[in-house]
T-cell receptor, first 114, second 115 residues
Framework: AQSVAQPEDQVNVAEGNPLTVKCTYS??????LFWYVQYPNRGLQFLLK??????LVKGSYGFEAEFNKSQTSFHLKKPSALVSDSALYFC????????????FGTGTRLKVLA | EAQVTQNPRYLITVTGKKLTVTCSQN?????MSWYRQDPGLGLRQIYY???????DKGDVPEGYKVSRKEKRNFPLILESPSPNQTSLYFC??????????????FGPGTRLLVL
């Protein structure tokens, strides 16, 4: 069965510091991995994805994520956080070899402090 | 403008009164999906559809029905709503069958309160 874990409910970081939001996953086949962001009172917006190829994926707004197959992780990173990055971040996985069912994590609230 | 629209945006209803939340996309996407978002539980997929007349259950389908009679529309039906279906609902669509096009586009959400 597929699963996604976001172990931190909230991450606080000072503006200008690097940030990391953690995600680990479990699928039986090839993982299709995604990060989405939700700003207050808005729907979700796509940030980046890993389907195949380079393990380091670059996405919108300066975010990047590294696919680590041995650790089954897909952590979201940004070298220098902005106050405007404060939002709710969701990791999601689909089994690329199987169904078109998606599993999302419980979300991590990122707070960037000025 | 490419978008996913949902109606209504807010709905208060009573237990047992059938309701439908509509979802429409103008991007010619084959894949459409419904999610519910609850505090501490994140997003959970209710149903998804790979194309017209093709639907399948997500993780939490109980108490919900869907239909896909046209490519652009994917309504969510609650035949007998109960208070535990109080939630924030999102519709999403994508070109899921096309490699590299798996990005989902989300609607603005429908906040449902069942009394």
């Amino acid at each position: 069965a597929q699963s996604v874990a976001q172990p931190e409910d909230q991450v606080n970081v000072a503006e200008g510091n690097p940030l990391t939001v953690k995600c680990t996953y479990s699928v039986s086949g090839n993982p299709y991995l995604f990060w989405y962001v939700q700003y207050p009172n808005r729907g979700l917006q796509f940030l980046l994805k890993y389907i195949t190829g380079d393990n380091l994926v670059k996405g919108s707004y300066g975010f990047e994520a590294e696919f680590n197959k041995s650790q089954t992780s897909f952590h979201l990173k940004k070298p220098s956080a902005l106050v405007s990055d404060s939002a709710l971040y969701f990791c999601a996985v689909r089994d690329g070899s199987g169904t078109y069912k998606y599993i999302f994590g419980t979300g991590t609230r990122l707070k960037v402090l000025a | 403008e490419a978008q996913v629209t949902q109606n209504p945006r807010y709905l208060i209803t009573v237990t047992g009164k059938k309701l439908t939340v509509t979802c429409s996309q103008n991007m010619n996407h084959e894949y459409m999906s419904w999610y519910r978002q609850d505090p501490g539980l994140g997003l959970r997929q209710i149903y998804y559809s790979m194309n017209v007349e093709v639907t399948d259950k997500g993780d939490v389908p109980e108490g919900y029905k869907v239909s896909r009679k046209e490519k652009r529309n994917f309504p969510l039906i609650l035949e007998s709503p109960s208070p535990n279906q109080t939630s924030l609902y999102f519709c999403a669509s994508s070109l899921e069958g096309a490699p590299g096009q798996e990005t989902q586009y989300f609607g603005p959400g429908t906040r449902l309160l069942v009394l």
